[in-house]
């Protein structure tokens, strides 16, 4: 479990001064193209096989898979080496990807994590995935529009979606029965949830342990609100034009969430184990537990332990305050190629590596290896995926969810570079209120604060 920290003092991961440092370092090579795309033909001229360093955060199955696609790709390409370093989580991937450019030792592509976002663009460190859309005129109409979405800044896409998963809300059928409920419709809304997990407890005298529980993960927050039609942060979520200068989620909507469960957890309806992912999921597989929310990259976890369990595992929409037209953000990683220091054939054999990983066949292989949401459209049309779909239709659940959400700056998210301490600020305001703080008093003193992260932030990059 993570150790608590109840004061303010927000880490700043991509702090002013870390991103002056890492700006001062960056700048074009001089060799590439118009936008930054080197020529087409670059590959064609280049003696010998060029070298892809590809720094990642996969691992496990996940990495198994992706080696598995690495080598498929290098052995249809002779002039191509793709070497993938695994480098440690998200977090670790970053950070070391600042050092990096700072030292002047950037890979040629690195996966990122989708809040780094912001923070890669301001780098000026990187080739927009769009200057090389626009150099071959590269059909992106494959593309889940959610997903390129989220990637994308005034209409241009920075970097290629890769690994894409989607909050939804896990529900064990087996429980459901036992209390009386209908197994086959899992709740809607937050009041449904929280009516189905009084009936589930065991403090109400259901057959589970707690009727509800989840990590204190400020992720969560993020989807509620978006999920709802709000903002995380203004304005404009930072997607119109103008660069967010300001959290908003002390908003209503996210008060009311953070009430709802805060009310659940004093009532005994709701556990509560903290901010640790591993320890909420450990919870539910066990299967004491009624329901949880989750991102669907457990969902292969999720379905493993209820098969050893003996308990049948439901998955319903992320709950939402009341039924609407909006929907979750996509959470995950995308793939960026560097610039400073890389040679024009490297660039390129990074962007053919990069449209091998989006194809509809890859990743349908993605998709059925790992769990995670294919970027592609086309993916799931294919037979793998298909068959793979109709052996364990709660796959099905995220792909549906995903089509009736509208792509709006809400369910894009929130781009602002200090997001990786909005969101840990915000887990400071979630646990605090499940302690006993008041939910609106909590959310706006993080808010407060981060004013000034997200103004140092701003000023270091205009």
């Not at 080739?127 to 590269?138: K, L, M, N, S």
């Not at 989840?214 to 995380?232: D, H, K, S």
């Not at 995903?402 to 809400?410: F, R, S, V």
Request: glycine share 12%; with cysteine; aromatic share 10%.
């Amino acid at each position: 479990m993570r150790n608590t920290t109840r004061g303010r003092s927000l880490p700043l991961a991509a702090s002013a001064a870390a991103l002056a440092l890492a700006l001062s370092a960056c700048g074009g090579s001089g060799t590439s193209g118009e936008n930054g795309a080197p020529a087409a033909d670059v590959l064609e001229n280049a003696d010998g096989v060029t070298e892809v360093n590809f720094w990642h955060s996969m691992d496990g199955t996940n990495g198994e898979t992706l080696d598995g696609l690495i080598k498929e790709f290098n052995d249809a390409n002779d002039k191509i080496e793709v070497k993938s370093v695994y480098q440690g989580d998200y977090d670790t991937t970053i950070t070391k990807y600042k050092a990096a450019v700072q030292s002047d030792s950037t890979p040629s592509m690195v996966q990122i994590y989708d809040i780094g976002t912001q923070f890669m663009i301001d780098s000026g460190a990187v080739v927009p995935t769009q200057a090389f859309i626009d150099r071959d005129e590269y059909d992106v109409s494959d593309l889940q529009p959610n997903i390129a979405g989220y990637y994308s800044i005034d209409d241009e896409l920075w970097s290629m979606p890769f690994n894409t998963s989607m909050p939804v809300l896990y529900y064990n059928k087996t429980l459901f029965e036992a209390a009386g409920l209908d197994a086959e419709t899992p709740p809607l809304t937050l009041a449904d949830v929280g009516t189905a997990a009084g009936k589930l407890s065991k403090v109400n005298g259901g057959p589970a342990e707690f009727g509800f529980n989840a990590a204190i993960y400020g992720w969560l927050l993020e989807q509620e609100i978006a999920t709802n039609g709000g903002l995380y942060c203004g304005p404009d979520n930072g997607r119109a034009g103008e660069r967010a200068g300001e959290f908003t989620f002390n908003n209503d909507g996210a008060v009311e969430f953070v009430d709802w469960w805060k009310d659940m957890v004093a009532t005994g309806v709701a556990g509560n184990t903290g901010r640790a992912t591993a320890d909420a999921q450990n919870a539910f597989k066990s299967g004491t537990i009624g329901m949880t929310l989750e991102s669907t990259g457990a969902l292969g976890g999720m379905q493993k332990a209820a098969d050893e369990q003996g308990f049948e595992l439901g998955v319903g929409f992320y709950p939402r305050i009341e039924e609407n037209e909006s929907g979750p953000i996509i959470g995950g990683a995308s793939l960026w190629i560097s610039e400073e220091g890389h040679s024009d054939a490297e660039k390129e054999a990074s962007w053919q590596f990069m449209k091998f990983l989006a194809e509809p066949a890859t990743q349908a292989t993605w998709h059925t290896g790992t769990g995670y949401f294919p970027i592609s459209v086309g993916a799931l049309d294919e037979p793998k995926d298909v068959a793979w779909r109709e052996q364990y239709p709660q796959f099905d659940v995220a792909v549906q969810q995903l089509a009736d959400t509208k792509l709006t700056p809400a369910t894009q998210g929130c781009s602002a570079g200090p997001m990786p301490q909005a969101r840990k600020a915000a887990e400071d305001a979630l646990e605090g209120a499940l302690l006993g703080g008041d939910s609106e008093t909590e959310l706006t003193e993080a808010v407060t604060e981060l004013k000034r992260e997200i103004d140092s932030y701003n000023g270091s990059v205009q």
